[in-house]
């Protein structure tokens, strides 16, 4: 079966980048994104590719390049669904925040009411691809809505989960580790799977494209995300013990990782993982587990989340110890709120945890991130729900300057990667800052020794402080 037409529901973080390389890389592929919310889909429509809403290196020249040819984004959900052979389901699906399963489970709601909703409106056969992170057998749900429309519409199923990284997307997404597509096992299913299979293998070598049983692939997406976050938490928990033992947590990293058992990525310790995924799919599989019982498997993954949730923590009592046991009405300069470089993406990031921390000692926190809105800082740490919004917006100021964000400052904590933060002039930071002037650097990326130099007190994530 060739694809001729595909509506992808959802123009997120997910959705948009995929789809637009898709449309990049098969142009007689007509790709329709819709959405619900009509400002992501006018900002997707923005002339100025500077302005669509998911900021991703390179990303805006793709868009550029295929929007109004073969790439369309659209608020017309029935009437995409409507044409497609293939609908892509790219929606969130963030953790339960109520009911059964509250803090755990993933709250599928979206993804039932795409599948009741491509229901409604089919009149031809489709392909329904699961995109989006969902927990194991999700499919099922999805095929017990769509095998009732009673219009005799055949719906196949298939789980293509993503992997791509934000920051990275568009570069994971031209040349993949591997695409990973689950189907079903009958003939119809087959058909499905390699119908996928053809669009992928336009740019993907095709030993990178492997094929599976829906709930292998579902179940190796979560897995995947755990075993990666696993790998953070566990660097992060040995960054503690180089602390106390003037071991250096760099050095630790390169010695493990050049075993090829090991491996040398994902080792670089830091203030904590963040990201839409890591934690919420973590979190899916303990609460899966739970549900079959099997309550050493959930104990043991959620470890990997309390070891998260104490190296943010411990971040912000280091900052509290070091500045003489009080924050209180103490300026402290925030250098990054993203989850990590490269993107405009701040969900679950350490920034927000440890913000809030030191928000609860009444502290004063200004903050500068490169891609960041101060819209977006205030939602963060209103949709915690510790304290009023006016009492976030009188301790917070944000900055589009990072020199006024340290200016003043009893301390600067640097919670996101960015590059741009070690060409910084240290000195006129140094120099406007009371004194003593102190450093949390929670990601390693700051040169301690010129800091040191200039005057600064040093702190740094898995190394001892010797000043
Ligand atoms: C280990 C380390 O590999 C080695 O670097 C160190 O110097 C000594 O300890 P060893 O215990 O000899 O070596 O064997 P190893 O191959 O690591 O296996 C250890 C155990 O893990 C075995 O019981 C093995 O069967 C098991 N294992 C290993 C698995 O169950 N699955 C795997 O994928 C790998
Ligand atoms: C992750 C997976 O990598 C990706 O395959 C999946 O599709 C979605 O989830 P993402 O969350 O975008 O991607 O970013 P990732 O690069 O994995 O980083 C996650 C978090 O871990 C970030 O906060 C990052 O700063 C942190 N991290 C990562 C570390 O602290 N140390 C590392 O060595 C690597
Ligand atoms: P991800 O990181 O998984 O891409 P996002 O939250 O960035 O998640 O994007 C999901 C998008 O899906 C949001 O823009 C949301 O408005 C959209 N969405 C959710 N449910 C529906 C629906 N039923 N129809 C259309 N769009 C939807």
């Not at 919670?415 to 933060?421: R, S, V």
Request: aromatic content about 8%; charged content about 25%.
């Amino acid at each position: 079966m060739k694809i001729k037409k595909i509506c992808c529901i959802g123009a997120g973080y997910v959705g948009g980048p995929t789809m637009a390389v898709i449309a990049k890389k098969c142009p007689e592929i007509q790709v329709t994104v819709v959405d619900l919310n009509k400002e992501r889909i006018a900002a997707w429509n923005d002339t100025d590719v500077n302005n669509i809403p998911v900021y991703e290196p390179g990303l805006g020249d793709i868009v550029a390049e295929a929007r109004g040819r073969n790439l369309f984004f659209s608020t017309q959900v029935d009437e995409a669904i409507q044409e497609a052979d293939m609908v892509f389901i790219s929606v969130n699906t963030p953790t339960k925040t109520y009911g059964e399963g509250k803090g755990q489970a993933a709250d599928l709601k979206w993804i039932e009411l795409c599948a009741r909703q491509i229901a409604r409106v089919s009149t031809t056969d489709k392909i329904i691809v699961e995109k989006s992170t969902l927990p194991v057998r999700t499919a099922s749900t999805l095929k017990d809505i769509l095998s009732h429309t009673g219009n005799n519409i055949n719906f196949q199923i298939l789980s293509n989960p993503e992997f791509l990284a934000e920051g990275t997307a568009v570069e994971d997404l031209l040349s993949p580790d591997r695409v990973l597509i689950g189907g079903d096992p009958s003939p119809k299913g087959q058909a499905a799977v390699e119908a996928l299979v053809e669009i992928y293998s336009t740019w993907v070598p095709t030993e990178r494209i492997l094929t599976t049983n829906l709930w292998s692939s579902e179940l190796s997406k979560l897995t995947a995300n755990a075993f990666l976050a696993q790998r953070v938490s566990s660097i992060n928990a040995i960054s503690e013990i180089c602390e106390v033992t003037e071991a250096d947590v760099n050095e630790v990293s390169r010695a493990i990782g050049s075993d090829s058992r090991v491996g040398p990525k994902f080792l670089k310790a830091s203030v904590g993982f963040g990201g839409s995924c890591f934690q919420k799919d973590i979190l899916n599989l303990v609460y899966i587990a739970r549900t079959y019982g099997l309550n050493e498997v959930a104990n043991y993954w959620e470890q990997v989340i309390i070891m998260n949730d104490h190296q943010k923590r411990r971040f912000a009592k280091k900052v509290i110890s070091s500045l003489y046991n009080t924050v209180s009405g103490k300026k402290i300069a925030f250098l990054g709120w993203a989850f990590k470089k490269d993107t405009n993406d701040t969900r679950e990031s350490a920034a927000i945890y440890v913000a809030d921390h030191l928000l609860n000692e009444n502290a004063e926190l200004s903050v500068f991130d490169p891609k960041v809105t101060a819209q977006q800082v205030y939602t963060d740490l209103d949709y915690l729900g510790t304290r009023e919004s006016t009492k976030n917006a009188s301790l917070v100021t944000v900055t589009k300057d990072p020199y006024e964000t340290c200016k003043g400052s009893h301390a600067v904590a640097v919670l996101t990667e960015w590059d741009e933060f070690n060409s910084y002039d240290w000195q006129k930071i140094y120099d406007n800052m009371l004194k003593p002037a102190y450093v949390f650097d929670g990601r390693d990326i700051l040169e301690t020794e010129k800091l040191k130099a200039i005057g600064f007190r040093v702190y740094t994530i898995g190394k001892t402080q010797t000043q």
